[in-house]
């Protein structure tokens, strides 16, 4: 299990050295005299501990900080002086504050009691409240002192993360005054700019950037903090030459105002974008070059499908007419056979004569040209389309329901073929035995466009059809419904002139919907 790192405040280090308690040891070879003095510092609330000879006292400081050390002159085998000419020998314990106890006052003592790094001296008979009083001025001596060195530390180790991340950044980072003097850069900023580290201290970062604006870290203080803007700029190596860099900046505040710098090499990154803009420039010229063949050989096919149409056109009724004049003057002479296939001469060439013309209003109606945008009234076009289709409406006793329509700017002929195919697809393919009902309909969508619908009750389509019927030639219900198959094409072509869509929402039996969403005024 992972437990996050503890981060602990100056504010907490405090908290925790005034929680410690100081140690002081005091040092006599008289046991009454050490309970004595025992009992004079134990109110201060500190670990007091006794050594009885001068040995005693060195072991002890071998093993512990103290923060006062109390120490009788006058001691058999090893006297106060000798002990902290000892102690102070120690690395540990030469910088220990200790106060001598001594009967007398003799200046050769005092002397030599200073010599050896003595700061006090008390003289015996001791008075309490004065030895309180100078013990717990080194007791608080003692824990600032302990203070300030875990402060110390503790800042050592924020400086050793904060070098380790700005050497581990993959971009050159430098931090500079507000004027732009550098104060610190990572080692990526070397190998980037050709620099010693040491040489670029103290300079301006102008010398490696120098457009480099102080403005630039006040605009990121006020941005996003997950978005910091970025600037291209370029930038001067050491040897002269330069390159393209990608900079981010962003301020913060120790004495005084910093600002971090943080610098890439942007030359691959613009060697790319020169590539992809290349590549573009020549797709879009390969694919403008593709486009202008590809209208030329749909031009010419268009013109040969109308040519093959119209050429045909004449041939066809050429055919039917002597088909028509056979069977009027040689009826009498022709056997049952003969005049069947007279009729399925007759027939085919009808049926070839309306494909002709299918096609030629389907080149017609696809073909982009100056069409005339007007204010065109639906409810009226509609009625004209009823009105032509109304021999098909008596003969199915068809009931068309048509509900207000708006008036828009359109292109009416295009308009009148969309919903004279619609509506006459709708009586045609009517389920057997049942009365054709018709509704129109229209609404305007999200994107203004006006939506109209055919909605029928006939034989339907299946829904995998639905995109397949719009095409050229492609019927479902050939066998049994006379149609040319050209007839939606010819819808959906109209519709994407008016800069709309055309589509059909539909099941097999239950009836067709079929929808277009055309502008309501001409697309810019
Ligand atoms: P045509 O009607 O001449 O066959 P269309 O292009 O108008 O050609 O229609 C293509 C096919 O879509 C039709 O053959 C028919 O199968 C189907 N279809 C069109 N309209 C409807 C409709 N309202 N209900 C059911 N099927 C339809």
């Known amino acids: ?124 008979p001791i008075v309490p409240e004065v030895l309180q009083s100078k013990v717990a001025v080194f007791v608080e001596l003692s824990r600032k002192e302990q203070l300030l060195r875990r402060k110390t530390e503790a800042l050592e180790r924020t400086e050793r993360k904060f070098r380790a991340v700005l050497e581990a950044a993959p971009d050159a980072m430098v931090i500079t005054d507000e004027s732009g003097v550098i104060q610190l850069a990572n080692s990526r900023t070397d190998s980037i700019f050709g620099y010693a580290r040491e040489q670029l201290m103290g300079s301006k970062i102008t010398s490696i950037i120098p457009g480099w604006d102080p403005v630039w870290s006040e605009r990121a203080a006020a941005s996003n903090p997950l978005c910091v803007p970025e600037t291209r700029v370029v930038a001067l190596r050491r040897d002269g030459s330069t390159f393209t860099a990608q900079i981010t ?55 040969f499908a109308w040519a093959a149409s119209h050429d045909l056109q004449e041939p066809t009724r050429m055919v039917l007419a002597y088909s028509q004049w056979l069977r009027k003057s040689g009826h009498s002479k022709l056997n049952e056979k003969e005049q069947n ?13 309306a494909l002709l013309e299918a096609i030629r209003e389907y080149i017609y109606i696809s073909e982009s040209g100056d069409e005339q945008w007007t204010t065109v009234d639906c409810n009226a076009l ?49 389920a057997d035995g049942q009365t054709p009902q018709i509704i129109i309909t229209s609404c305007t969508n999200n994107d203004g466009h006006c939506v109209f619908s055919v909605q029928d009750n006939g034989i339907g389509i299946e829904p995998q059809y ?25 819808c959906k072509a109209a519709v994407e002139r008016l800069g709309g869509r055309i589509w059909v929402e539909s099941e097999l039996g239950k009836g067709s919907t079929f929808r277009f969403a055309i502008p309501q005024r001409k697309p810019a």
Request: negative net charge; aromatic residues 6%.
């Open 382 to 430: 509609v009625h004209n389309v009823l009105g032509t289709l109304q021999g098909a409406i008596t003969e199915s006793n068809a009931v068309v329901e048509c509900m207000p329509l708006p008036a828009l700017e359109s292109v009416e002929i295009l308009l009148t073929q969309v919903f004279q195919n619609l509506v006459g697809n709708a009586i045609k393919y009517r």
């Open 466 to 490: 639905a995109e397949y019927i719009f095409n050229v030639f492609k019927r479902l219900h050939g066998q049994n419904y006379s149609g040319t198959g050209i007839g939606l094409a010819i």
């Open 249 to 303: 900046t962003s301020p913060f505040e120790v004495d005084g105002t910093c600002i971090t710098t943080a610098i890439r090499d942007a030359t691959e990154q613009v060697q790319a974008e020169q590539r992809i803009l290349r590549i573009n420039a020549e797709l879009e010229k390969r694919v403008s070059e593709r486009t202008a063949d590809l209208m030329r050989s749909n031009d010419a096919l268009r013109q």
């Open 1 to 124: 299990m992972n437990t996050a790192p503890t981060v602990r405040s100056i504010s907490d280090l405090s908290s925790d050295v005034a929680d410690q308690h100081a140690k002081v040891l005091l040092v006599d070879d008289d046991r009454d005299n050490l309970l004595a003095l025992h009992a004079i510092l134990e109110p201060l609330g500190q670990e007091l501990m006794l050594a009885s000879s001068g040995l005693e006292a060195l072991r002890f400081c071998l093993e512990h900080d103290f923060a006062a050390l109390l120490l009788d002159v006058r001691m058999p085998d090893m006297d106060g002086f000798e002990t902290a000419e000892l102690i102070r020998a120690r690395k540990r314990s030469s910088h220990t504050p200790i106060l001598f106890l001594t009967g007398y006052r003799s200046d050769e003592q005092l002397f030599r009691g200073y010599d050896l790094g003595a700061v006090d001296f008390l003289f015996k």
């Open 341 to 353: 296939m007279l009729t399925c001469v007759e027939q085919n060439s009808q049926r070839l004569q």
